[in-house]
């Protein structure tokens, strides 16, 4: 349950029984049945700078905005903003990315939504506070529910296809 740390015990034994049962997936399907179809780094762009033109107008504009097959759950890095500096003339130039796990392709509509959101929030807020949670509110109200079922999203993908243990990680049986 590594993506459910921190929330409360009853949360966890809820999605515990939910996973025991077999009815994660059913659950999240039936809540969520909408696939979205922004597969391409072009599309994903588009998608992003329409939330970004609606909400944050002020902000930064983006330079790149596309998936990533290199973020992994494992590092705990499912979308990732990057401003890169760069000496043009006698100016110093930075320009923001914004990439996404490639698994938000085949994720439901709203959890893109959610991580573009949180994303889009860290061009106004670098750190995870009240600000930026607000601000992460003010552009998706229902940004919490969302990551928690983000959060239930990666657990049952976990649960449903375990990671492949290399041979040198497998305990010896002696």
């Given at each position: 349950?590594?993506?459910?740390?921190?929330?409360?015990?009853?949360?966890?034994?809820?999605?515990?029984?939910?996973?025991?049962?077999?009815?994660?997936?059913?659950?999240l399907a039936r809540r969520y049945p909408a696939p979205h179809t922004v597969q391409t780094d072009r599309a994903l762009y588009d998608y992003t700078s329409d939330i970004?033109?609606?909400?944050?107008?002020?902000?930064?504009?983006?330079?790149?905005?596309?998936?990533?097959a290199r973020l992994d759950t494992a590092q705990h890095a499912l979308g990732l903003?990057?401003?890169?500096?760069?000496?043009?003339?006698?100016?110093?130039?930075?320009?923001?990315?914004?990439?996404?796990?490639?698994?938000?392709?085949?994720?439901?509509?709203?959890?893109?939504?959610?991580?573009?959101?949180?994303?889009?929030?860290?061009?106004?807020?670098?750190?995870?506070?009240?600000?930026?949670?607000?601000?992460?509110e003010h552009m998706e109200p229902r940004y919490h529910q969302l990551e928690f079922d983000t959060r239930l999203f990666l657990a049952w993908r976990e649960v449903r296809s375990p990671p492949i243990v290399a041979a040198t990680e497998r305990p010896s049986i002696i």
């Open positions: 349950m590594r993506f459910l740390g921190g929330y409360p015990p009853g949360v966890l034994d809820q999605v515990r029984a939910l996973i025991a049962a077999g009815g994660l997936g059913d659950h970004k033109q609606e909400y944050l107008r002020s902000a930064p504009p983006l330079h790149k905005v596309g998936y990533d903003h990057t401003a890169i500096s760069r000496v043009q003339g006698g100016k110093l130039k930075a320009k923001k990315e914004i990439r996404v796990a490639s698994l938000f392709k085949e994720a439901p509509a709203d959890f893109l939504r959610m991580i573009v959101v949180h994303e889009l929030a860290h061009l106004k807020e670098s750190d995870h506070n009240k600000a930026f949670y607000r601000l992460c």
